[in-house]
């Protein structure tokens, strides 16, 4: 019989070394190590968060593995379950726009706790992390459609499983278990985004923790399907037509993460390309929330169905503020910019905010095919008359990229933020750490041997 694509995938993983991996795969994964590590700080401190920590501390178990802004450490499944929902929380991830998935959020959380467990070294991680995220955006860029399912979570759950299994050092044999075990785990609805509930920043965590769980499972010789793509009752028959050669095609020379778009702002990508015209508005016309007398802003279907709703804060005002275009048009004037402070509920329930929020109306252009660009606002002004700002391309894509100082900028944002601040000198430390992260021998030592702030117990 021919190989399962399980099968090709896991042969790739276990053959493929540090030394075989393009120059760019290796700059793209220290990139969103970089990237993701810094949101999930940031997130260590969002709302939910408090309450998952106490429930999993009181849990307790083998101390392992790390748990970010915290000193207790953890069994390796409950940390990724931890760091992941963290990774997750704020939004503020890079996504692979092709399959709408959010690998590292789920790749980087499972790859951790394993290689601390491991004692593994930078290298066996980044390898571990470039074959995973790789897998996730073939996995959600190979499905047509989507019936409901969070893409993030039923496709991040093979590429964090197969990181796991590549730290592990599992054979061919228990890295198909593994990814067979990760789809029977594989779960998460977008109803949690609907209805803007706390759970769906636990949907990356819980993710990470099945993740790490099928790789352990696997490694203690548990069995599972084999044709978990292709199978009778596999993936593609329950979730979602697939592509059965696109999953597979040029494995190891290219790396659809390459691709992944670095977020800007912490907020559904959706918003992104309004919230940087409403930005380049302000700045050129200096523009004030009193100026304003009403804005329009033309969007996609598919950017109408995630942030497009009536501005109302809800119970859950910054899952709601990150997934309205309205709140992040007012709040991107107002404020000339839109990062950590502005998705904090004293910004949030600032009444010029809202009352410029409300003064926004959504159109939806249904000839545009675009799920994040692009976007067309016009700004009502007292002083100026109608101002318009197209942007054709979402900030942080290679047609609007960010560098790498900007990345780093972004870094120092999300560190000093979150249960345990770091200063800008405990920042460049980590910094400096990740861009060389092929030499670190340990990386159980990671933190160790850079002064770290510790707050959540």
């Known amino acids: 019989m021919m190989p399962s694509l399980s099968q090709t995938l896991a042969d790739h993983v276990t053959s493929t070394r540090f030394e075989d991996l393009p120059a760019d795969a290796v700059s793209v994964t220290k990139w969103f190590l970089l990237d993701t590590l810094g949101v999930a700080w940031a997130g260590t401190e969002a709302p939910g968060t408090e309450a998952l920590r106490q429930l999993v501390f009181s849990e307790g178990g083998s101390p392992d593995c790390t748990v970010f802004g915290s000193d207790i450490r953890l069994p390796a499944t409950a940390a990724a379950l931890m760091n992941g929902t963290y990774a997750g929380a704020l939004d503020y991830d890079g996504v692979y726009e092709k399959g709408s998935v959010h690998p590292d959020i789920v790749t980087l959380p499972a790859a951790w706790a394993v290689a601390e467990r491991r004692r593994a070294s930078g290298k066996e991680f980044l390898t571990a992390m470039a074959l995973g995220n790789d897998i996730s955006c073939r996995s959600g860029g190979a499905m047509a ?47 949690a985004v609907v209805e803007k509930s706390l759970v769906k920043r636990m949907l990356s965590g819980m993710t990470a923790q099945s993740s790490v769980f099928a790789a352990l499972a696997a490694e203690k010789g548990l069995t599972a399907p084999r044709r978990a793509f292709e199978g009778k009752f596999g993936f593609y028959t329950l979730y979602g037509e697939g ?177 345990a601040p770091m200063t800008p000198g405990q920042a460049d430390v980590l910094i400096d750490k990740v861009l060389s992260l092929e030499k670190v021998a340990d990386m159980a030592t990671f933190f160790d041997e850079a002064p770290m702030a510790t707050g959540a117990e």
Not at 150 to 170: D, P, Q, R, S
């Open 145 to 191: 459609g989507n019936r409901g399912w969070f893409n993030t979570a039923v496709h991040g759950v093979f590429g964090g499983a197969a990181a796991a299994a590549k730290l592990l050092e599992l054979d061919a044999e228990g890295t198909t278990n593994a990814i067979g075990l990760a789809f029977s785990q594989a779960a998460g609805a977008q109803q």
């Open 243 to 419: 592509d059965a050669q696109a999953l597979v095609a040029d494995l190891g020379e290219r790396y659809e993460n390459a691709v992944t778009v670095t977020k800007k702002y912490p907020s559904c990508t959706a918003n992104h390309v309004a919230i940087q015209g409403a930005v380049a508005l302000a700045d050129e016309f200096d523009l004030g929330a009193d100026d304003v007398t009403g804005a329009e802003v033309v969007i996609s279907p598919f950017m109408n169905q995630l942030v497009g709703a009536d501005w109302d804060p809800g119970d859950n005002p910054q899952v709601t503020a990150q997934f309205s275009i309205q709140y992040s048009i007012a709040c991107a004037v107002a404020r000339r910019k839109l990062g950590i402070a502005e998705i904090q509920e004293n910004v949030i329930f600032d009444p010029l905010i809202n009352d410029l929020a409300d003064k926004v109306t959504v159109s939806v252009n249904d000839d545009w095919p675009g799920k994040f660009a692009p976007c067309e606002l016009t700004i009502h002004t007292a002083k100026h008359g109608a101002l318009t700002r197209r942007v054709d391309h979402t900030p942080g894509t290679p047609e609007n990229p960010l560098s790498l100082d900007d990345l780093k900028a972004k870094f120092h944002d999300c560190v000093a933020a979150g249960v």
